[in-house]
């Protein structure tokens, strides 16, 4: 079963402009976290934001969570090339083992 | 620093063979994970072992088996491999099975059953 929900699924931007991705869940989580995955290659840890956070930053990434909607984005400022690959949102309600990744955004960076 | 290590990285099966696929990892982490990646779909958990001597079934355990090793390695064993397990599996590793831990992957094995 598939909680969290990524929107666009494909997305295809200039290099320098700034992309926005969008994840929507539908239950109560602990925390939220953003996965890349380039292609042919396992999934890389991002970010992680706790469900009493709301805003957090790393280098060019910001990601932002609104319980009350039940959604969170991932914005990258200032997009390179190295930046096409796939980003999944992965919901968790407790323990490692127990979050639900969702079907990803790709995301294509013309040069 | 290899992180998490799987082999093979592709693999042609017929139906009815079976296959063991491996996995370790080199953080001393306690938690260990399968899951299958499908076309546009997320990943699942096929089953997790939260610490060594111990697994667990995740959303989709029919049709595999999983053994811990020992805390460095994890083994995801198919004993009648059927066209409906073509996919990509992935291992992953977390610190522990808690909550805010995030999980390492490794690059994955490419899967088909004819």
């Known amino acids: 079963s598939q909680q969290g929900e990524e929107d666009p699924q494909a997305l295809s931007i200039q290099e320098g402009e700034n992309a926005t991705m969008n994840c929507s869940y539908k239950?109560?989580?602990?925390?939220l976290q953003w996965y890349r995955q380039n292609s042919g290659r396992g999934l890389v840890h991002l970010i992680l934001i706790r469900s009493n956070e709301r805003e957090k930053h790393s280098g060019r990434l910001r990601v932002t969570l609104d319980t009350s909607k039940k959604s969170s984005s991932l914005l990258i400022t200032a997009s390179r090339a190295a930046d096409t690959a796939s980003y999944f949102c992965a919901t968790s309600r407790g323990s490692a083992s127990k979050i639900i990744f969702g079907s990803g955004t790709r995301l294509s960076i013309r040069p | 620093n290899a992180g998490v290590t799987q082999t093979p990285k592709f693999q042609v099966l017929k139906t009815g063979q079976s296959m063991t696929l491996q996995c370790a990892q080199d953080m001393n982490h306690n938690s260990m994970y399968w899951y299958r990646q499908d076309p546009g779909m997320g990943l699942r958990l096929i089953y997790y072992s939260a610490s060594e001597g111990t697994t667990d079934k995740g959303e989709v355990p029919n049709g595999y088996n999983v053994s811990r090793l020992n805390k460095r390695e994890f083994s995801l064993r198919l004993e009648s491999a059927a066209p409906s397990q073509t996919s990509v599996y992935f291992c992953?590793?977390?610190?522990?099975?808690?909550?805010?831990?995030?999980?390492?992957f490794g690059d994955g094995t490419r899967l088909s059953i004819l």
């Open positions: 992953a590793s977390s610190e522990r099975d808690r909550v805010n831990q995030p999980q390492h």
């Open positions: 239950t109560s989580i602990n925390n």
